[in-house]
């Protein structure tokens, strides 16, 4: 038994979290909003019989390393509760073609291509937004992150109007022309650190710029808000700067990742070659160019 499935990278601007600890996973979240694009992760399961292996399964990595398998795990130990299948071996590939802890959604997108891939290995036959559901309780319970899951699960630029996971959470989604995403990624934050340290002052603009943007539909404004936002929770760093100024000298808007030391820039195709032009000079970032994925997670044919 063999399978595979895409999900696709998401990069949040802004967004409030709802972390009420009372509630069940499903219902935690944020608000917030963001794109996801055409780089990401494919995720392939083959199922074998278990012929004395020590464990149960193997995970892999091609491409960019993942510097932990929990998440993961947490996705097929979630699986292998609903049928009898201790006598099988789960070989488990994720090709990653993002930057991990970079602020590209990279733990989302394993989680939710890998339950894709083994709802259909196993013929589990879940409703699709209960494959979402598994990956969303994932990423809250490992404390990767909050909304990635909900909005790569339905990909395009999105603005998630009701915290929780796929079949709770709600987004509505904003049409663009096409165009252009590109980045360029310095270094990692830790996702759980910040979450614990900035929290209150995340939410009380978090919220309004929600109820901005729905109101302008708008890329421009959305990444004006996004590099608002970033220098309210101070998370600008001096070479983050520097990139922003440039960009901003050549009349070229940006926005910030969260969170990673990442700057992106949304623009229309024809003017790919002026921002490339200004990140190609920092040769110490890693520099991605795509455009933006409106299909989200889904299975692959092999």
Do not use: W
Not at 24 to 38: L, T
Not at 102 to 120: H, I, K, P, R, T
Not at 262 to 280: A, G, H, Q
């Amino acid at each position: 038994m063999e399978s595979k499935a895409f999900c696709p990278a998401h990069v949040t601007g802004f967004f409030k979290a709802h972390l009420d600890e009372e509630q069940e996973y499903e219902n935690v979240g944020s608000m917030g909003a963001g794109f996801s694009i055409k780089e990401g992760v494919t995720t392939s399961v083959e199922i074998t019989p278990r012929i004395g292996q020590h464990s149960n399964f193997r995970i892999s990595t091609q491409g960019y390393e993942s510097d932990k398998t929990d998440i993961s795990e947490f996705v097929l130990n979630e699986f292998l509760k609903l049928g009898s299948f201790e006598n099988l071996f789960f070989n488990i590939k994720h090709t990653i073609t993002i930057p991990v802890g970079y602020g590209l959604g990279s733990s989302g997108a394993v989680a939710l291509s890998l339950a894709f891939a083994l709802d259909e290995a196993l013929q589990t036959k879940l409703a699709r937004n209960e494959i979402g559901n598994i990956a969303h309780i994932a990423e809250v319970n490992c404390k990767t992150g909050l909304g990635d899951v909900l909005a790569s699960y339905y990909g395009g630029f999105e603005v998630r109007v009701k915290p929780g996971a796929p079949g709770i959470g709600k987004v509505e989604k904003i049409d663009t022309d096409e165009m252009s995403v590109i980045m360029i990624c310095f270094a990692p934050i830790s996702t759980n650190r910040f979450l614990k340290e900035k929290l209150a002052q995340i939410n009380g603009l978090g919220g309004k710029m929600v109820n901005n943007l729905l109101r302008t539909k708008d890329y421009e404004h959305f990444q004006e808000m996004s590099l608002e936002f970033a220098r309210y929770v101070n998370v600008i760093t001096p070479r983050m700067e520097a990139v922003i100024q440039d960009l901003f000298s050549n009349k070229i808007k940006c926005g910030v990742a969260l969170f990673g030391e990442t700057i992106f820039s949304m623009i229309p195709k024809n003017n790919e070659d002026r921002v490339l032009s200004v990140l190609e000079k920092y040769s110490d970032g890693i520099i991605i160019k795509s455009e933006i994925d409106n299909y989200g997670a889904r299975l692959l044919k092999n």
